[in-house]
């Protein structure tokens, strides 16, 4: 059961023009989202993070959408850039209701995006 | 960089056997959680631990067991391998917010 989910695997986009990723949650419970870039060998680097209050969040070139009534989340990056190339993974979590500092991390599968120059 | 270690960096042992997997967290952050990323799969919550006492459990066999020090650093202990237990396990750390940061993590081979 997957509970995030991303279900382009792959993304080519041309250098300059908008990056758009996107990521459907079905568990009702998650309200925080964060978007994570992975390259190769290294681990996830955070990138940008939203709170389920919000249904926008904006950091320099990157900009998560949150529609809570659709459960869907989007990233934006504009303007992409060759550097931007690598896997983009959506996760989201849920405070767990006996422990505030319990915060696991729900995964999606990723999407290997590929700027071209 | 974010802060967060790990060691070793690559591991190769044999089916069996068992080995520790190091991480020392970001300075300031008391939770540190373990997650396990396999071929073609997402990366998979194993366990949480919050100031030294487990706080959550995911998707964590039992023949896999972590613990964190009183210097906040955790060890994540994998016993009985098996091939199948190949995989990538990163570790991630965060304060009491949401965001966790990771380590390059620890590429595990079993032959």
């Known amino acids: 059961d997957q509970q995030v989910k991303q279900n382009s695997p792959s993304l080519s986009v041309q250098e300059g023009r908008i990056s758009i990723l996107n990521c459907d949650y079905t568990?009702?419970?998650?309200?925080?989202f964060l978007w994570y870039k992975k390259y190769p060998a290294e681990g996830p680097t955070f990138l940008i993070s939203?709170?389920?209050?919000?249904d926008k969040n904006e950091d320099g070139r990157f900009t998560v959408f949150l529609n809570k009534s659709a459960k869907h989340l989007s990233l934006h990056i504009v303007p992409s850039q060759p550097g931007d190339s690598a896997v983009y993974f959506c996760a989201a979590s849920a405070r767990w209701s006996d422990s505030g500092s319990a915060r696991q991390l729900t995964f999606g599968s990723g999407t290997q995006l590929t700027v071209l120059p | 960089d974010s802060g967060v270690t790990q060691t070793p960096k690559h591991l190769i042992t044999a089916t069996g056997q068992r080995v520790t997997l190091r991480c020392s967290p970001r300075s300031g952050d008391l939770s540190v959680y373990w997650y396990q990323q396999s071929l073609d799969q997402g990366l998979q919550f194993l366990i949480q631990?919050?100031?030294?006492?487990?706080?959550a459990k995911g998707n964590i066999l039992e023949r896999f067991s972590a613990q964190q020090f009183p210097d906040l650093h955790s060890e994540l202990n994998l016993s009985s391998l098996e091939l199948g237990d190949s995989a990538l396990y990163f570790c991630a750390s965060g304060r009491d917010t949401d965001t966790q940061y990771f380590g390059p993590g620890t590429r595990l081979t079993v032959l």
């Open positions: 568990n009702s419970m998650f309200d925080y």
């Open positions: 939203i709170s389920s209050i919000k």
């Open positions: 631990y919050y100031n030294g006492e487990e706080r």
